[in-house]
Structure formats: structure tokens, C-alpha cells
Nanobody, 121 residues
Framework: QVQVAESGGGLVQAGGSLRLSCAPA???????????VNWYRQAPGKQRELGEL??????????NYVDSVKGRFTISRDGTKNMVYLQMNSLKPEDTAVYYCQQRGVLEDLWGQGTQVTVSS
């Protein structure tokens, strides 16, 4: 069962840009706009449990980023559309991964199925 839905992945050359989108799709729909939402990524050959927290945004709009993407990636949310976005610029081959959206919950975290981002050199 899809709990959040990611979209926007694809194949891009190094230096290019992509925008990922995350939309609520399950039981957390009504609280999505006040939930902390994170983007994780799982590099090829790595287990999902070892995925890297890339960026996050809380209900107040405060954001955080892993050092490797600071200045290149921007996380934002649109309360009207009930969406969270991850704008990725100046992409590098090492950004290649499956990107997952996570909606933090009080009792459980909700995850999507991921979207593949491939950056060619």
C-alpha cells in the first residue's frame, strides 16, 4: 500500500536538474501539511536501512540538508497543493540513487516506493 507517492526521477547528465515531488497517498493525507517530511536516498548496492537523509522540512518550514547537497538541493512545501518538493541542481554522478519520501508520524513513519535518479557523467 502506497503511503506517500514520489515522482520526478529520471536520467540526467551531470550538471543538470530534476525536481522530485512527494504527495500524501494514504492514512497520513490529512496531516501531511503539518508533518515533517524527509527525503532519503539509497545508493546502488546499499540497503534501504542504510539510506542517507538528504533533506527535511518541518511544519514550520525549517529545513535541513546533508552537507553533500547544501547549495545544490532545495526542499520546499506547497501547503495549497499539499506537496513537498526537492529541487536538485548541479547534479553529480554520486547523486545517483533511489530517492524516498518519508512522512514522519506520531505512531509510524510513512514511506513511498521511491523514484530512481540517475546522473550520467
Amino acid at each position: 500500500q502506497v503511503q506517500v507517492a514520489e515522482s520526478g526521477g529520471g536520467l540526467v547528465q551531470a550538471g543538470g536538474s530534476l525536481r522530485l515531488s512527494c504527495a500524501p497517498a494514504g492514512s497520513g493525507f490529512t496531516v501531511f501539511r503539518i508533518s515533517t517530511v524527509n527525503w532519503y536516498r539509497q545508493a546502488p548496492g546499499k540497503q534501504r536501512e542504510l539510506g542517507e537523509l538528504v533533506a527535511g522540512i518541518d511544519r514550520f518550514g525549517s529545513t535541513n540538508y546533508v552537507d553533500s547537497v547544501k547549495g545544490r538541493f532545495t526542499i520546499s512545501r506547497d501547503g495549497t497543493k499539499n506537496m513537498v518538493y526537492l529541487q536538485m541542481n548541479s547534479l553529480k554522478p554520486e547523486d545517483t540513487a533511489v530517492y524516498y519520501c518519508q512522512q514522519r508520524g506520531v505512531l509510524e513513519d510513512l514511506w513511498g516506493q521511491g523514484t530512481q535518479v540517475t546522473v550520467s557523467s
